[in-house]
């Protein structure tokens, strides 16, 4: 990180910083922090005439989340040329704004809408049921690896009707790759001005085998009959006369599957590393899944009757929200606290720092569901799936799947983090990955919860408990 982050104020009293833009794609998490801690809820990083705007806390997340005409959307990932695959792998809702966007949101949401949903129910406990029965007693898993591959086949179940996982695991696979060059590509995407380089050539050659994938899936599902899923009702969208283009198939399929399943991956993720970490929380959860479930399947009425897991999925999405910052562009000039946009101007909120403000959670690192009995935090304050006229359409199917996953799997086998391991988060592309596994020992359940020590830089955003501290003993021994 650059040294200018501790210079003074700048003769202008705006509250800027001078520093490398790449800093930012380099670690976001370190740089917000930074920013914010040096200039508050408003501010902004120049490098040469170019500056990148933030904000941090609820009023200003208000400004810029309410008014979707004057802050407009624009997807994480580069540009690519006119009538390239990246193009049209990056052409769905999060690159469309005004009645476009309208028009293309209301035709996605409808499956995807509360009373909707309760249709997908028994076909979450299926997988899941399939999917876990899988798991040994004794065995150690990498359980962030496994989490992506079970959202992976869970997607393409619920939202494309395809029990296909080698196919799901491979459109994964070439997404995860694609997202890191797009982040790779980085600073030049945020500014719109990519530059020649390997790394872009590499993004739009990885956008192309995303396609393929892409359209491999569309052939699958034409071929085995139109259902009622939203693959289904794009594809009747598109072949109906004036329906939306080839393109917006493409990239409406592509943002689809690549949202739902990586945000709730890494969420399951953190979640069972938290709860692990915890063990008197995690005592309270089986309690809770013992007496409102006793073993068996949740139902659908079930989901409202969880008190503890519903404290644990929010806390857990506020201390390590799985989309950790978000951009906006201003579409015209307008004004942000001090500071006079121009048109085009980028603007970064983050839900990781508004989560992580002291003044609107008390210890504010430390993962406590208890808080959530007494706190009801704004929806720009705590906004795990955004806010506002662009909040994430699948925050019903998304918490849904999470609470019908976690008991399916936490009812059957206890969780521990293996003693040493190196846990690792990073920002990348707006969301908040595990960058390195996840190892657990899979047990059977004995009435004991206890948690382990780990390294890594996890501990740079949450306080563990004492005992989850790294141990140099251990370590050398992990060595
Ligand atoms: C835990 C799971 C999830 C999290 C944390 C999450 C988070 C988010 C967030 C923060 C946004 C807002 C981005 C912005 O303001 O620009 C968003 C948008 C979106 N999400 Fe999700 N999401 C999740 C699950 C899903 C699922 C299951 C789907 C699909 C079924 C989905 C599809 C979308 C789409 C299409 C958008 C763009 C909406 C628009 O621009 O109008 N997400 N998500």
């Known amino acids: 990180m650059s040294e200018s982050y501790t210079l003074p104020l700048p003769q202008s009293g705006l509250p800027i910083t001078h520093g490398r833009i790449a800093d930012f794609a380099d670690d976001p998490l370190v740089c917000m922090r930074r920013l914010w801690a040096r200039h508050g809820e408003v501010c902004a990083l120049q490098e040469g005439n170019q500056r990148i705007f933030f904000v941090f806390g609820p009023e200003y997340n208000r400004q810029v989340l309410s008014d979707a005409s004057r802050f407009h959307s624009r997807f994480f990932a580069a540009y690519g040329p006119r009538k390239s695959a990246q193009r049209r792998v990056t052409s769905g809702l999060l690159s469309m704004n005004g009645e476009e966007h309208r028009r293309h949101r209301r035709m996605v949401q409808g499956p995807l809408q509360k009373k909707a949903i309760v249709a997908y129910h028994e076909n979450v406990a299926a997988v899941s049921e399939d999917a876990f029965s899988q798991w040994q007693i004794g065995e150690t898993r990498d359980v962030a690896a496994d989490m992506t591959n079970y959202m992976l086949r869970l997607t393409c179940a619920i939202l ?146 969880f008190e503890v897991l519903e404290r644990v999925i929010k806390e857990s999405m506020r201390v390590l929200p799985a989309s950790a910052y978000v951009q906006r562009i201003a579409a015209e000039p307008l004004e942000l606290g001090p500071f006079q946009l121009q048109q085009g101007s980028v603007v970064v909120f983050s839900q990781f720092m508004s989560h992580h403000l002291p003044e609107q959670f008390e210890q504010p690192e430390r993962f406590h569901p208890d808080r959530w009995k007494t706190i009801s935090p704004s929806p720009y304050a705590y906004l795990p799936f955004g806010a506002g006229p662009r909040m994430c359409i699948g925050a019903a199917l998304g918490m849904m799947q999470l609470k019908i996953s976690l008991p399916m799997l936490l009812q059957r086998f206890k969780l521990n983090v293996v003693a040493g391991a190196e846990i690792n988060a990073r920002a990348m592309s707006t969301m908040l990955y595990p960058t390195s596994a996840m190892p657990m020992r899979v047990q059977a359940h004995d009435g004991e919860f206890t948690n382990t020590p780990v390294t890594g830089s996890i501990h740079t955003l949450v306080d563990l408990p004492p005992a989850c501290q790294p141990q140099r003993d251990l370590q050398r021994r992990v060595a």
């Open 160 to 305: 494309f009707g395809l029990d296909h996982p080698e196919l799901a695991y491979k459109v994964g696979e070439l997404t995860e790759r694609w997202v890191g060059l797009n982040h790779e590509v980085g600073a030049g995407a945020f500014t719109g001005s990519v530059q020649a380089s390997a790394a872009y050539d590499e993004l739009l050659d990885s956008a192309k085998e995303l396609e393929v994938a892409v359209k491999e899936l569309l052939a699958v599902r034409r071929d085995s009959g139109l259902g009622t899923d939203i693959l289904s009702l794009l594809i009747r969208a598109h072949d109906e006369e004036g329906g939306i283009s080839d393109e917006h198939l493409i990239g409406h399929i592509t943002l689809l599957f690549g949202a739902a399943h990586l945000t709730s991956a890494h969420t399951l993720s953190w979640t069972l590393f938290l709860l692990a970490q915890h063990p008197e929380v995690m005592q309270e959860l089986h309690d809770e899944l013992n007496t409102v479930l006793g073993g068996r399947t949740p139902k659908p009425e079930d989901l409202d009757r």
